[in-house]
């Protein structure tokens, strides 16, 4: 199984910028693909970006792109997402995911950090 650890939330004004980490452990981490999820108060889930194992291939849902740059670097086993020009409705709880069983991300099989807040203010 893989550890994940997620940082750097917190509270920003709208415009800001944050750069959320997610530490991992356990196995090798360049063999996962990973990802971004988070989830606003009374809202579902929803994926915000992806990254392959390689860090070759990323997406990003439609609202956050030209914002949010997701990114891996494999020799720390580390997972990132930079959010620059934060708007209000960033606002959630943002979640590391790791696809460890190959199923695919966004499932209860892969791997999940305990969640770290984000709030944007207006």
């Known amino acids: 199984q893989v550890h994940l650890v997620e940082s750097g939330g917190g509270l920003v004004q709208a415009g800001g910028s944050l750069r959320l980490s997610c530490a991992a452990s356990?196995?090798?981490?360049?063999?996962?693909?990973m990802g971004w999820f988070r989830q606003a108060p009374g809202k579902e889930r929803e994926s915000v970006a992806n990254i392959s194992r390689s860090g070759g291939t990323t997406y990003y849902v439609d609202s956050v792109k030209d914002r949010f740059t997701i990114s891996r670097d494999n020799f720390r086993n580390a997972l990132y997402l930079q959010m620059n020009n934060l708007k209000p409705e960033d606002t959630a709880v943002y979640y590391c995911n790791a696809d460890v069983k190959g199923y695919g991300l966004g499932t209860p099989d892969g791997s999940w950090g305990q969640g770290i807040h984000v709030t944007v203010s207006s």
């Open positions: 356990g196995r090798a981490f360049s063999t996962i693909t």
